[in-house]
């Protein structure tokens, strides 16, 4: 009877704008083989969190306003391209919106009854190109992220969906935005490889078969959620919505 | 006779909850960066609740640790002592102290307060747990970095945090074992500007 | 009851609240030091030499930018880099000094950078201590403990992709009393880049992974693009002058084998550091090292640098050039002089027809012809006759006390006519070959006149004319 009401539950559409990701095992940077990590399914926003949409909450919730915020939530940048509270230039509805904070990322996510994707959940979506869902060994994967992180920031943002649609029919994984993952925080990996205990890193970036590039695209993703803080907020970091299956509530 | 306040001290604490004296002065606002600011009710060695910006007022020597950590908190728990025992000969109030556990399904109340008996704690020390987001939203403004390895077990960052009476970092100690100087110049400072007028005989 | 002890306790210990303030927020001595903002130039210019005789608090601002531009005609790279351009700034401060370095991420970046100084003893050269996300901005000091000249780099993970990709650059601490004076410095700093294209693919090329594994790049340059130390930044200097360059390696792989075509190194400071090598050819510099290199430009014409693992220099960028400007000097420089039929030992000496004796500029007495001559004996005697005019027993006769030169015009035909066959000189007897040196008859007199007034000779003056009288026509 259980079963049946999960598998029922397993079947029901996705709420609007989410997709299902089917749960698989994501081996964490520079661990053996043997340590994957396992991923239950989860839902996750087809597309990035748009400035439209950003606003909506903003509106609904002053106290996330550019002029409302708490400086220990978001820093001086928060929601810095847009012109005033409520309003950017119109071009920008559909683009994601960027200069979030972890903080205001959580918020939003919560207004709507959602989460941030933790890493591994974000880490698994990603490695689905168009056709797989690990994608990551396909020639050209690595090749456009790389490039991605290579390109100069462009004056404007293209929207949301102007790259690829994955495996899972996800938008824009790779080659619009990095996004915020709930536990950034656990990126002990220092973007300093050397000395002050991060010792592992260095040690793991030896191990690890450096020339599979994909994880030179992880690589570069860690490095840069070990950057932040909190409280920043950057041009270039958006962030998309998840939601535990119905059936996979944690307890 | 530092033994002998101290063993006051301790037979104060084991018995009776800690204070909590409100700030005396009509406090402004808190300032932007305070992270007293974070919400949500956490609970004390003595099972008393309390929400953050109850402990404005004082400035506080905070870190993170867990009730199961086998090295690590430890010599956190002895730098902050280290830190306080060298405060308290210029300061005899020494400042407040403040543990807050990664791990709150294991640190319960109860185990809170072992480690406060282990430890010989003194009542200005006050170990607090809240729920896991609770717990993430903490680290996160202060820059803590932690992840679970195991059942029992986290990694995590070493920092003591100094705020000032308004919940404010002012300076952060990393490491283990290392020069404190700084950090007691800042916790100096911060008492210079909260405490001399208010909390004044 | 327990409660009023509390209390009573409480107050006594909150009552230390109020003590005052120790003195410990008064300046450290360190604080006392004058303060001032380091000049950052670009390459190939250097920072003026620092002049002061103390110490001081140096406050060093580097932005960090991700910036498209040009590797080679018509081929773009995604450089990141340490203030706009490939090499980094360069930045001059001198031992003893306390840097307050302020490392600047510009918000438009996509990555997180940091910096680790060569220059600095302490955990990962500031690495840590200055890692920075875009946007923001990492303060971290340190003290400059050592003299000489170290390399800078990006050192955030993945490492190599970031110095790849152009984040490096040189940091002089001057030694207490500074390093000798010169007319002209430079900085110079090679390089290599590995992309997706081919050497020459047109096009914004990106980053080739592979490449950089495997070692094998498409570029290596000097100061972050081809004809970056030449073409239109071809740098000029005057005859006379002395030049000094700062020769870093960035890497991220190769070790270059630094050298000037037509150019001795009078003085290599090795590796950057103190020891001084002199008459030095080609200097190592390893990747993440430098050297310092000082010489005397004598003679105008084309410098030109390279790394002399010469397939880089040819067929990969690694080609620079140091334009020399000023009057000929034959005697340092002639141009070519002689072009004869060598002949084995024993054979007559042969001109070819047509060739011609240079012309210098004519000496007006005896000192100028001994200054001068001292130079074209350096140039064309020693390698046979030796610094010190001993020669090379059995082979080579001595000039030094020579008991054949027994009139200048014996020493002068010599010169001018060349001399083979057996001859006797102190006793010793010698059969070879002196050929006849197509020097010019001011040349010739010089030379005579030099060796006359040397080594105990016992002098004399040789006029160009009695050259010409003496020369075979």
Redesign the interface.
């Known amino acids: 009877m259980l079963v049946l009401t999960a598998m029922l539950l397993l079947t029901l559409a996705p709420p609007p704008g989410m997709v299902k990701v089917s749960g698989g095992s994501y081996a964490p940077l520079y661990a053996r083989e043997d340590d994957r990590i396992a991923v239950g399914p989860f839902l996750l926003d087809r597309y990035a969190v748009t400035n439209e949409q950003f606003r909506e909450f903003v509106r609904a919730h002053p106290e996330w306003r550019r002029s409302k915020v ?4 978001a820093d001086v ?1 928060y929601l810095g391209h847009w012109t005033g509270d409520l309003d950017f230039d119109p071009a920008l509805a559909k683009s994601p919106v960027t200069h979030v904070s ?2 205001a990322a959580r918020a939003y996510a919560r207004s709507l009854g959602k989460r941030l994707p933790t890493q591994a959940e974000w880490e698994l979506a990603g490695s689905a190109s168009e056709k797989r869902a690990d994608g990551t060994l396909e020639p050209g994967f690595s ?1 456009r992220i ?8 462009r004056p404007a943002l293209p929207p949301v969906g102007s790259t690829y649609r994955n495996y899972y029919g996800v938008y824009d994984m790779h080659g619009l935005v ?1 996004e915020w993952v ?2 950034f ?12 205990g ?1 010792g592992d ?1 260095f040690c793991g ?1 030896a191990a690890a078969d ?2 599979d ?1 994909s994880d ?1 695209a992880r ?2 993703r ?3 959620r ?11 970091l958006g962030f998309r919505c998840a939601l535990d299956l119905p059936s996979g509530k944690k307890p | 006779m530092r033994a002998l306040l101290l063993a006051a001290l301790l037979f104060v604490g084991c018995s009776t909850p800690p204070p909590q004296a409100p700030a005396s002065r009509s406090p402004g606002p808190l300032p932007e960066l305070s992270i007293y600011h974070l919400p949500g009710a956490w609970t004390d060695q003595d099972g008393k609740e309390l929400t953050l910006p109850e402990l404005r007022g004082k400035v506080r020597l905070l870190a993170m640790v867990y009730t199961s950590c086998p090295q690590a908190c430890p010599r956190i728990i002895a730098d902050m002592k280290s830190i306080d025992e060298d405060l308290r000969k210029r300061h005899p109030a020494g400042v407040e102290l403040v543990l807050v556990t990664f791990d709150p399904e294991t640190d319960t109340p109860e185990r809170l307060r072992q480690l406060a008996d282990e430890q010989k704690l003194d009542p200005r020390w006050r170990l607090i747990r809240g729920d896991s987001q609770q717990v993430q939203e903490l680290a996160a403004v202060l820059g803590v970095k932690y992840r679970k390895v195991s059942a029992t077990d986290f990694a995590h960052s070493n920092l003591i945090t100094v705020l000032d009476a308004d919940g404010v970092v002012v300076h952060q100690q990393e490491g283990l074992g290392v020069e404190r100087s700084r950090s007691i110049d800042a916790v100096e400072k911060a008492l210079t500007s909260c405490c001399s007028e208010e909390e004044g005989p | 009851m327990k409660r009023t002890i509390t209390a009573l306790l409480l107050s006594s210990l909150l009552a230390g609240c109020s003590s005052p303030p120790t003195p410990s927020a008064s300046p450290s001595p360190a604080g006392a030091l004058p303060e001032e903002v380091a000049v950052l130039t670009s390459a190939p210019e250097v920072p003026p030499p620092i002049t002061r005789k103390h110490s001081a608090k140096v406050s060093v601002k580097l932005e960090v930018s991700e910036v498209e531009s040009e590797l080679a005609p018509g081929v773009t790279y995604t450089f990141w880099t340490f203030g706009g351009e490939v090499p980094g700034k360069f930045i001059r401060i001198r031992e003893g000094d306390e840097v307050e370095f302020h490392l600047q991420n510009r918000p438009d970046s996509k990555m997180p950078h940091n910096i680790d100084l060569h220059a600095v003893t302490g955990p990962g050269g500031g690495a840590a201590a200055s890692f920075t996300a875009p946007g923001h901005e990492s303060v971290f000091s340190f003290k400059a403990l050592n003299p000489g000249l170290y390399v800078y780099h990006c050192a955030t993970a993945p490492v190599g992709m970031h110095i790849a990709n152009g984040m490096y650059g040189l940091i002089l601490v001057e030694p207490v009393g500074g390093l000798p004076k010169v007319d002209r410095e430079f900085y110079v700093m090679q390089s290599e880049f590995y992309t997706e294209g081919a050497h020459g693919e047109p096009g914004l090329q990106p980053f080739s992974m592979e490449k950089a594994l495997d070692e094998n790049p498409d570029y290596v340059v000097f100061n972050g693009k081809v004809d970056g130390f030449g073409g239109d930044q071809a740098q000029v200097v005057k005859v006379g002058e002395t030049v000094r360059l700062y020769v870093g390696n960035g890497g991220p792989n190769l070790v270059s084998s630094f050298h000037v075509i037509g150019e001795i190194f009078d003085t290599v400071y090795i590796e950057g550091g103190t020891t001084k090598n002199k008459h030095v050819q080609s200097t190592l510099v390893p990747a993440g090292g430098s050297a310092i290199v000082d010489f005397k430009v004598e003679a105008p014409g084309t410098l030109v640098l390279v790394d002399h693992s010469i397939f880089r220099a040819f067929n990969k960028g690694a080609l620079g050039k140091l334009k020399v400007e000023g009057p000929e000097n034959p005697l340092v420089y002639s141009g070519k002089q002689a072009d004869v039929v060598y002949m084995a030992e024993g054979s007559t000496i042969q001109r070819i027809p047509g060739s011609r004796a240079p012309v210098g500029k004519p000496t007006a007495n005896k000192e100028e012809r001994i200054a001068r001559g001292e130079i074209v004996y350096k140039r064309n005697c020693v390698a046979c006759h030796g610094q010190e005019g001993k020669g090379v027993p059995k082979v080579f006769p001595p000039l030094a006390g020579s008991d054949f030169l027994t009139s200048p015009e014996v020493a002068v035909s010599a010169v001018v006519n060349g001399l083979s066959g057996e001859i006797k000189v102190n006793g010793e007897t010698y059969n070879n070959v002196m050929p006849n040196l197509q020097l010019s008859d001011e040349d010739a007199a010089s030379v005579v006149t030099f060796v006359l007034n040397s080594w105990g000779n016992k002098g004399g003056d040789v006029s160009p004319k009695t050259i010409a009288r003496v020369r075979v026509k």
């Open positions: 708490k400086r220990v939530f940048r972890w903080f090749r790389l490039d991605w992180y290579a390109r100069p920031t990095w709930d536990d925080q656990t990126t002990m990996v220092g973007g300093e490889s050397r000395g002050g991060d890193l970036a450096a020339r590039r030179y690589f570069m860690y490095a840069f070990s950057s932040l803080k909190a409280r920043y907020t950057l041009a270039n």
